[in-house]
């Protein structure tokens, strides 16, 4: 008697245990294969929508893989950053690190038009934006990569979030540390996803102060720089200038080479080879570059892991840009 219903007690709490297990791994991870079945088309579609806006515009693969970077580091890769502001609600796109700056917000949308068209209701806007970004890398020439699916879409945003998370370009070293640390990301996959900026293009604004007020910098390069990108600030502060000076549509491990030559663009780009504990990380990707692609990789995967909506948490957004 008390054997069996001590029994009956022991199975009724492995099979809640077991319950609970299930219910939390399947709201909590992500996975390659998640629209296998409800979107067997999802890849192709939305690879067929990025190389055309590439194709249209080279540099609007930077843009892509750009968002996917600001949206993962505000609460998670959730598609926050692709909500329009209104009058009652403040979204992510006016925070400093995007205002005039975050772009590729009309593809996405076109992505979203075509998915929604081929499987509606189904794909939520920040897989999009993850599927958009490996695409985007693909299509200028690097490596690819399985990407991880199953986030779903916030039903909010956070222009403080964006403004305290994302680092600025005229980061230290240790700033760029804390920042990444503190949504799980290592010093190591920091420099490599770092390595991103071997494709598109930063504002005057973003480098002016580093083109003129920093020693870190060879001087022929700077000189170059400051031909458009005049010294008084509010003065052609939109002038644009490639990231990657020698091949800034191309994703390939320049980026790296280009530090060691005291040719990087940004000061926070400079300060991951500027005498201090990444120098040697910067050195090995700029030597190698199928580890760059490796890592990088490795890293794109765990930076899109970051705190993503799952389960029922969430929402699949009809339309990108605002909650249903
Ligand atoms: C390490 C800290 C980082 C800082 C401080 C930083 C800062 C910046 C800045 C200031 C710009 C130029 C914006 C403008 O002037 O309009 C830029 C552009 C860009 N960033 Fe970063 N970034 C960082 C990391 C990353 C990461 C992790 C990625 C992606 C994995 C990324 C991808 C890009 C791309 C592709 C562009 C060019 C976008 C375009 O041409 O539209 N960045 N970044
Ligand atoms: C360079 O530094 C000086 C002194 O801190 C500052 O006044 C000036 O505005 C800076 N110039 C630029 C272009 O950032």
């Known amino acids: 008697m008390a054997s069996s219903s001590s029994f009956r007690a022991t199975s009724t709490l492995s099979l809640l245990l077991l ?5 939390g791994s399947s709201s909590a991870t992500l996975s390659t294969d998640f629209y296998s079945k409800s979107c067997p088309k999802l890849d192709s579609t939305v690879k067929s929508v990025v190389k055309s806006a590439i194709s249209k515009e080279k540099r609007m693969g930077a843009s892509l893989l750009r968002l996917f970077f600001h949206d993962c580091f505000v609460n998670g890769c959730d598609g926050s950053i692709l909500l329009d502001d209104t009058s009652s609600f403040t979204g992510e796109k006016h925070a400093n690190p995007n205002r005039n700056s975050a ?5 996405i949308d076109d ?3 075509a998915v929604e068209k081929v499987c509606p209701g189904v794909v939520s806007c920040a897989d999009i934006i993850a599927t958009a970004a490996r695409d ?3 299509t200028l020439g690097g490596p690819s990569w399985n990407v991880k699916l199953g986030r779903r879409d916030s039903k909010t945003a956070s222009q403080s979030a964006a403004n305290n998370g994302i680092p600025p370009p ?7 540390i804390s920042k990444f640390k503190a949504v799980g990301l290592s010093t190591k996959e920091m420099v490599v996803l770092s390595g991103a900026h071997t494709i ?3 504002r005057c604004t973003s480098f002016r102060a580093h083109i003129y007020n920093d020693s870190n910098i060879a001087s022929s390069f700077a000189k170059t720089r400051q031909e458009k990108c ?3 600030s509010g003065s052609g502060d939109n002038n644009l ?3 990657d000076l020698q091949t800034p549509t191309s994703f390939d491990n320049n980026y790296f080479k280009n530090l060691i030559k005291q040719k990087g663009l940004l000061h926070s780009d400079q300060e991951l080879l500027n005498g201090g504990s990444t120098d040697s990380i910067v050195k090995s990707y700029s030597s190698n570059p199928s580890t760059f692609e490796s890592d990088f990789t490795s890293a794109m995967i765990k930076m899109g892991d970051i705190s993503p909506l799952t389960g029922s948490n969430g929402q699949i957004r009809k339309n990108c840009r605002k909650v249903n």
């Open 19 to 23: 319950l609970l297990f299930f219910v």
């Open 103 to 107: 772009r590729g917000f009309d593809v």
């Open 111 to 113: 992505i979203k038009t």
């Open 136 to 138: 985007s890398v693909v």
């Open 170 to 176: 005229t980061s230290s070293l240790s700033n760029l």
């Open 200 to 202: 598109g293009q930063a």
């Open 230 to 232: 005049p010294k008084t």
């Open 241 to 243: 200038a490639p990231l």
